[in-house]
């Protein structure tokens, strides 16, 4: 049976999404690029886009507005399978046009021996009445 949330492995991964994180944040397409699986079978489904295999993530992320990037996350929660599988979840807020939004996002990354790569990856916003009141 292999080994569920090895300590290591999973401080690897929660520095791994950090660095994500902060691309994704910051608009670096080169290190978002580094971080995907460079494959055909790679997919990312957003709040408003199916995207299927790299060239496509690729061109989506080029063409996509740079502003309003910046998001508050919590529940970032990193879970290990073996020594080459994981899957990482978070809930975030972010304001788009004036609009406070809350989203989840879910990633699933697999260790190849080039490096740990996110192979599936989906990004949700909730509508806006979704959000309670302070």
């Known amino acids: 049976m ?3 949330n090895d300590p290591a492995l999973v401080a690897e991964l929660t520095q791994l999404y950090l660095k994500y994180e902060a691309a994704l944040v910051t608009n670096d397409l080169a290190v978002l690029d580094e971080l995907f699986w460079e494959s055909a079978e790679v997919v990312r489904f957003g709040a408003t886009e199916n995207l299927y295999g790299i060239a496509a993530i ?21 879970v290990t399978f073996g020594e080459d599988t994981a899957s990482v ?3 975030f807020e972010r304001t788009t046009q004036g609009v406070l939004r809350q989203g989840r ?3 699933m990354w697999r260790k190849f021996p080039y490096g740990w790569k996110i192979v599936s990856a989906h990004v949700s916003l909730l509508p806006p009445a979704a959000i309670a009141p302070a």
Do not use: G, H, K, Y
């Open 89 to 91: 979840t978070l809930e």
């Open 105 to 107: 996002q879910s990633q």
């Open 58 to 78: 690729r061109q989506f992320r080029s063409d996509r507005p740079t502003q309003d990037l910046a998001r508050t996350i919590s529940q970032l929660q990193v």
């Open 2 to 4: 292999s080994l569920i």
